[in-house]
């Protein structure tokens, strides 16, 4: 038996040393011929936009293994410019910087019979990328020109390629938006990218289940901060999510907001530039078009939600407001305007509250009106012309509290395509105590509600860039209104009794209907004042219902609002009645005392 088993262990001995003696042979005889081919590959599949440089490739054909060292994939700037002039360069271009490649177990026999290479894994050392965005417009107007594809670049080699996992981390990554010659950058750290199943093959770039040619990319990217261009605001997450696969992007923790206080803001500024702070828990798109927003930057989307969150915006009128026409500039009509697509099926919003907050220079107070737990369906939200012929409308149905009191329902309807910025809306608001509107009127306009009961309001109404109308009810019952006097030190107010007494007994109706049973219904035509943006003139026109539902007409309005004369009238015919009054019952009283003594 022993030497049998001598035998056969120099048969494996023998073995070893020819499968070494046939690696190390193939190692230096295939290296420079592989170095070749690797960088010609580059070349060729890229239109020479690309080149390929790196240190040392080590190969092990034996194990499968090949390792390039301190790799760069570098974009040629000259080529770029001339395939832009030949309207054939794309609009993103990377510059990739890696310690090492490593691809482990590939079967060279395969290579060598079936030229097909599987490669089971590939791994990034201390990966740095640089993407760089520059749109063109011949890229949106290609129609049905066909451009290479990655496999027909490598057919002549390798009939398929496939590599079961590529896994890179803590990656370095810089994103560049360069817009009429101006750059802009974004940088983040300690990425993790996992691709799942990359194949190249006759078929697999029709398959429409794989993203360039894989089956799955997940992202993942812990929290940063980025500071935008305009030195002012800055943009923050905690944590970002991609997933090719289930087409998704999940953003935790996101915030946009001023690097300053609310008080540096306007000092920064000098002016009353609407300052905004938005804070979302969770904003997801869900079946993204990934391939869309990498090669011509459009975004493809069937949702996106928006859920538990805060809008905050705040205006302060103690610095000057620089006043220019708005019209042309509704919110339909400013996402028209964006040069990239937009398609997106449904924006979802769930748990937001909103806040509008002003400061009045006047009476040096900061009012606040706040509309809570806003929630509700955005539909239609595209500028794309083509989509829009079929469905021309952007829709919205909302509903939240106001005040944290009353329910408001809010229906829009934005003609997409019209030249004139014709919308509709209609609504509605629940029953609420008036007089929790104090939080802003008491501030900004010196008056309070007394009382007041909400009893519903409803109302149907068209616009245009121009004009608003429609029709507008108010039910309400007991309202009561205080004009106050200038504040205190202490900023206390005390009511102006005698005119607050004018005002609610001769130039308001305190309910609707009124004291003679008759029912006011608001016919509303509201011409817009060209500098009041669209939501102004949405509340103006709303107002304008308001008012008349109270039976304030414009004679009754100059006396409530007209500062100083219509007031101080009002005041002074007051007065003389009522000294009027007294004199008439003194002398009254007088004579009747004069009576009796006689």
């Not at 944290?404 to 629940?430: C, P, V």
């Not at 245009?464 to 009810?473: A, L, P």
Request: charged letters at 25%; proline letters at 2%; one cysteine or more.
């Amino acid at each position: 038996m022993r030497p049998v088993w001598k035998w056969i262990i120099g048969i494996v001995v023998f073995l070893i040393i020819v499968i070494i003696g046939v690696g190390l042979y193939f190692n230096s005889n295939w290296k420079p011929i592989l170095e070749t081919k690797l960088k010609e590959v580059v070349s060729n599949s890229t239109n020479g936009l690309y080149s390929l440089k790196y240190d040392d490739l080590d190969l092990n054909l034996t194990l499968g293994n090949v390792t390039l060292k301190n790799a760069e994939l570098i974009p040629d700037s000259v080529v770029y410019q001339q395939l832009v002039q030949k309207k054939l360069a794309p609009n993103s271009r990377y510059h990739i910087k890696l310690d090492a490649l490593k691809v482990r177990r590939f079967n060279l026999w395969d290579v060598i019979m079936n030229r097909k290479l599987f490669i089971n894994n590939i791994a990034f050392d201390s990966p740095s990328i640089h993407l760089m965005s520059e749109r063109h417009d011949f890229n949106d107007t290609l129609g049905n020109k066909q451009n290479k594809t990655l496999y027909d670049n490598i057919k002549e080699i390798f009939s398929s390629v496939n590599v079961k996992d590529i896994d890179i981390q803590n990656v370095k990554f810089k994103f560049s938006k360069i817009e009429q010659g101006k750059s802009s950058a974004l940088e983040l750290d300690s990425i993790a990218i996992k691709i799942h199943d990359v194949l190249l093959d006759e078929t697999s770039v029709k398959d429409t289940s794989r993203l360039f040619y894989t089956k799955m990319v997940e992202i993942n990217v812990p929290g940063f901060e980025y500071e935008l261009s305009n030195g002012i605001y800055l943009a923050k997450f905690d944590h970002l999510t991609i997933n090719t696969l289930e087409q998704n992007v999940l953003m935790t923790k996101v915030e946009y907001k001023p690097k300053m206080s609310k008080a540096d803001y306007f000092k920064e500024r000098n002016q009353n530039v609407t300052m905004a702070v938005l804070k979302f828990d969770t904003l997801r798109f869900e079946k993204l078009d990934f391939k869309r927003v990498i090669d011509v930057q459009q975004t493809i989307a069937k949702l996106v939600q928006i859920k538990n969150g805060t809008v905050s915006l705040y205006n302060d009128k103690r610095y000057p407001k620089k006043t220019s026409s708005k019209i042309g500039m509704s919110p339909h009509q400013q996402l028209m305007k964006v040069k990239q697509l937009i398609k997106i099926d449904s924006i979802l919003v769930d748990n937001i509250d909103l806040l509008y907050s002003e400061h009045s220079a006047k009476f040096n107070q900061e009012g606040t009106l706040t509309f809570n737990q806003a929630k509700g369906v955005i539909s239609n939200v595209t500028n794309d012309s083509v989509t829009l012929q079929n469905n021309k409308f952007m829709k919205a149905a909302l509903e939240a509290k106001i005040m944290n009191a009353g329910l408001l329902k809010i229906q829009f309807a934005f003609d997409m395509l019209s030249t004139t910025g014709e919308h509709t809306y209609k609504g509605s608001l629940g029953r609420m105590n008036a007089t929790a509107f104090n939080k802003i009127l008491r501030p900004l306009l010196n008056v309070e509600l007394g009382s007041g009961n909400i009893r519903s309001v409803s109302f149907n109404m068209q616009g245009t860039d121009r004009k608003n109308w429609g029709d507008f009810r108010f039910d309400y019952d007991h309202l009561k209104l205080n004009l106050l006097n200038a504040p205190n030190q202490d900023m206390s107010k005390t009511k102006k009794g005698i005119l607050s007494f004018v005002v609610n007994n001769i130039l308001i109706n305190d309910s609707n209907p009124d004291a003679n049973e008759k029912y006011h219904v608001a016919k509303v035509n509201y011409t817009r004042v060209p500098e009041h943006t669209f939501f102004k003139t949405l509340w103006q026109s709303l107002l304008d219902g308001i008012k008349q539902c109270a039976g304030i007409s414009k004679e009754r309005e100059a006396k409530l609002m007209g500062t100083a004369e219509s007031v101080k009238d009002v005041a002074s015919e007051s007065k003389k009645v009522i000294n009027k009054t007294g004199n008439f019952f003194k002398g009254l009283f007088k004579k009747k005392d004069d009576q009796e003594n006689e």
